[in-house]
């Protein structure tokens, strides 16, 4: 680097899960089907919902949110994990490893408070229905939403500026599909410790704060929904939260087993827990949305019979 840069690298390499030519070609057609499948599912969410004017409520909304999260998120992973599967030179410059490192955290929180906050609208739409839509204004989900954004915008920008300050030395070689935080920190020869307090502090309470007010609101649901009488309204009732939780648990429980011993050395359990959370997640839910849910079946019906697109334009 110019001798202003403190990380004494000028790019690092991104070796991936294999440097086998035979298993590169087949892991680049595995990967390049599981990005088109999710780049087409959620879309398809997200178009389903704008083009059919009943899918026009707080749950959808927030559902077309967390679609066009997880579609950036892949999109700012896999075509450059896609590139270097195909190429010879796998080498990623320190500024487009910290543009990745920026735009991952900053979505995977934003995935992470979007499900929170899909979570409080379950709660107020089963707990509370007969206040469910002056609750759930327009005006409070857009709140929601840009106060989302904006705090996983900071997080991520603050932990991205905190990587400008490790300076990196040694091996360049990062055995990951993509820029991470932790895996950066093991190539780091200054002292981390300062950065990995700041990592764990505020990830604590960015991550643990959402999945405790989830839990709880499902706590108070699932109370709710044992006192209905009726055995059809009880079923109905769980129907609308179980897409919801099924998503939940897919994207807390990938996480766990990418981040629950973050330091220990990269292994194979290591790579098939990221693609679990980098790829199959984003992948899988909007099939997990659309599986049981009626409304979203007729809007996908109809959009590709081109009724929605004729609704769009």
């Not at 057609?29 to 178009?47: E, R």
């Not at 469910?132 to 603050?158: E, F, K, N, Q």
């Amino acid at each position: 680097m110019h001798g202003g840069n403190q990380t004494g690298v000028s790019d690092f390499l991104l070796l991936g899960i294999s440097e086998n030519p035979e298993q590169e070609r087949v892991l680049f057609w595995m990967f390049l089907s599981m990005y088109l499948v999710t780049v087409v599912g959620n879309m398809s969410i997200i178009l389903a919902i704008g083009s059919d004017s009943r899918l026009h409520t707080p749950m959808y909304f927030f559902l077309a949110s967390l679609s066009f999260t997880d579609l950036f998120f892949v999109t700012n992973t896999i075509p450059k994990m896609l590139v270097n599967l195909q190429s010879q030179n796998k080498a990623i410059s320190y500024a487009g490893c910290l543009t990745q490192l920026y735009f991952l955290v900053s979505l995977v929180t934003l995935d992470n408070l979007i499900l929170a906050t899909m979570a409080y609208d379950r709660y107020v739409a089963i707990c509370r229905p007969l206040h469910y839509v002056t609750v759930m204004s327009p005006g409070l989900c857009i709140l929601l939403l840009t106060s989302c954004w904006a705090l996983a915008v900071l997080y991520g920008l603050m932990l991205t500026l905190l990587m400008t300050k490790v300076t990196f030395c040694g091996p360049r070689k990062i055995y990951y599909i993509f820029c991470e935080m932790y895996v950066l920190l093991r190539l780091a020869c200054s002292n981390t410790q300062i950065t990995h307090t700041v990592l764990i502090t505020t990830g604590i309470f960015i991550f643990l704060t959402p999945f405790g007010f989830t839990m709880v609101s499902y706590v108070r649901i699932v109370r709710a929904i044992l006192r209905i009488p009726s055995a059809s309204s009880k079923y109905k009732a769980f129907s609308t939260c179980g897409s919801h939780l099924a998503v939940v648990s897919l994207f807390y429980g990938t996480l766990v087993m990418v981040y629950l011993q973050p330091l220990k050395t990269y292994s194979m359990k290591d790579s098939v827990a990221t693609v679990m959370y980098a790829v199959v997640t984003p992948m899988m839910n909007p099939f997990i949305y659309s599986l049981r849910n009626k409304d979203m079946h007729g809007a996908l019906r109809r959009l590709f019979r081109g009724k929605g697109f004729q609704r769009l334009t």
